[in-house]
């Protein structure tokens, strides 16, 4: 059993930064992959970035450039650091993990674990 917390979350003016973090306990996660997902009111949950064990990342088109994921399996924490925020990137956002060593999963579907979620807010 894997649990997640999340924090970092709060409100942001349209431009700045903010910086998430991921803590699982529980198993260790360096055989994992960890992703963040973001879900906007009345949206469905979207993929937002991931991170392997062996540290190959990827992102979703909306972030590239601006999102930055990053994790320690030493401290068991991946973190998602978000530069020139958006509005559209008003969300909550949710860590997830799951317990695979393969190539890198984009599906919600596919992760076993997830926080609870932290809420994003861009607005001036």
């Known amino acids: 059993q894997v649990m997640l917390v999340e924090s970092g979350g709060g409100l942001v003016n349209p431009g700045g930064s903010l910086r998430l973090s991921c803590v699982a306990t529980?198993?260790?996660?360096?055989?994992?992959?960890m992703g963040w997902f973001r879900q906007a009111p009345g949206k469905e949950r979207e993929f937002v970035a991931a991170i392997t064990g062996s540290g190959n990342t990827d992102y979703a088109d909306s972030v590239k450039d601006r999102f930055s994921i990053s994790r320690d399996n030493g401290k068991n924490t991946a973190w998602l650091q978000m530069h020139s925020l958006k509005p559209d990137d008003t969300a909550v956002y949710y860590c997830?993990?799951?317990?695979?060593?393969?190539?890198?999963?984009?599906?919600?579907?596919?992760?076993?674990?997830w926080g609870q979620g932290t809420q994003v807010t861009v607005s001036s």
């Open positions: 997830a993990f799951v317990n695979f060593a393969g190539r890198m999963l984009y599906s919600a579907e596919k992760y076993d674990y």
């Open positions: 529980g198993q260790t996660v360096s055989r994992s992959i």
